[in-house]
């Protein structure tokens, strides 16, 4: 099988994938007794939503700024990395979960980024999103019951075998792969400056779930924010490896399901899990807004200024 066949063989897999777990979420969310649950959904909560999706908005700004300065790190300009990261993160909706990808890396290289760094950096960012991930999920571990121990930690040996192929693969094929890994040995100490913004991104992220499941089961209390951040990088994780799922979607909610339903309960597990889809998608919208705004105010009245050119990007 050609290597285009396997990847959309595996594309369509995670769509199916998305699509099942979407349409079992779903089902659950409907046949649930959300009685207890919905009576928390008053103006407080709708405020509460609206102010996590704006903190959720901010986030995406350090994601932003991590690949402005992974362009750097590999030799690029960064001018205007920032602002093109923050709009193309909307494609991400689209079925394949791979356009937001493709639309940085095709606005990147109207901005003579080469294309060797563009995909240096998206491997670097690949990586240090899964590792930080995985540190900030292993909050949760602890805390987990016996089998979704297992669960995790199968998982955690599916990202260590992946990554155990593909140096066999470079050491294989190392005439091809000698200039990549030299790159990455100079970036090195970039990249060491770009894991605390990663981390950050997690920690905060998880405090979103924290606060939206205390507010939705006052049961829960502060005991189980480190399980939630936890729970919550371990979904982000997950729907960022499907393939095919656009943003993670069927996903991110059943990872949720999963691991939390033993601690707060299905009903309180599932609402959070909607509020939170709620909540990223509006977050993602306001960001890219918020960086089209800046791109219209910093370019005023010259239209030859290309719009990817703004103050957003000069960081």
Not at 109 to 126: F, Y
Request: glycine letters at 10%.
């Amino acid at each position: 099988m050609t290597r285009p066949a396997l990847l959309k063989l595996l594309r369509w897999a995670g769509t199916i994938l998305a699509g099942l777990l979407t349409a079992w979420f779903v089902a659950r969310l409907v046949m649930s007794d959300l009685g207890a649950v919905r009576d928390t959904l008053n103006p407080s909560l709708l405020l509460t939503i609206g102010a996590l999706a704006i903190v959720y908005a901010s986030l995406g700004t350090i994601l932003a700024l991590g690949w402005s300065r992974l362009i750097v790190a590999f030799g690029g300009s960064r001018e205007g990395q920032m602002r093109l990261h923050a709009v193309t993160q909307l494609m991400k909706y689209l079925p394949g979960n791979v356009f937001h990808l493709a639309g940085r890396h095709g606005m990147a290289r109207r901005r003579a980024v080469s294309h060797e760094t563009l995909l240096l950096a998206v491997l670097a960012e690949t990586g240090l999103l899964v590792f930080t991930s995985l540190l900030v999920g292993g909050l949760a571990v602890p805390m987990l019951p016996m089998p979704s121990i297992a669960i995790c930690a199968a998982a955690a040996m599916g990202v260590i075998a992946t990554v155990s192929l593909i140096a066999a693969l470079v050491a294989w094929k190392w005439e091809y792969a000698a200039s990549p890994v030299q790159r990455f040995w100079r970036a090195r100490w970039g990249l060491a400056r770009i894991l605390p913004l990663y981390l950050t991104f997690f920690a905060v992220y998880g405090a979103i779930g924290g606060l939206l499941l205390t507010a939705l089961s006052p049961a829960v209390d502060g005991q189980l924010f480190a399980l939630t951040a936890g729970a919550f990088a371990l979904a982000w994780l997950g729907g960022f490896l499907a393939p095919g799922a656009p943003a993670g979607i069927g996903v991110r909610e059943s990872v949720l399901l999963l691991i939390l339903s033993p601690f707060a309960g299905p009903g309180a597990v599932l609402f959070l899990a909607a509020l939170g889809r709620v909540i990223t998608v509006l977050g993602d919208a306001l960001l890219a807004a918020g960086a089209s705004l800046v791109t219209s105010v910093a370019s005023g009245p010259d239209k030859s200024q290309p719009d990817w050119e703004t103050s957003l990007g000069r960081n």
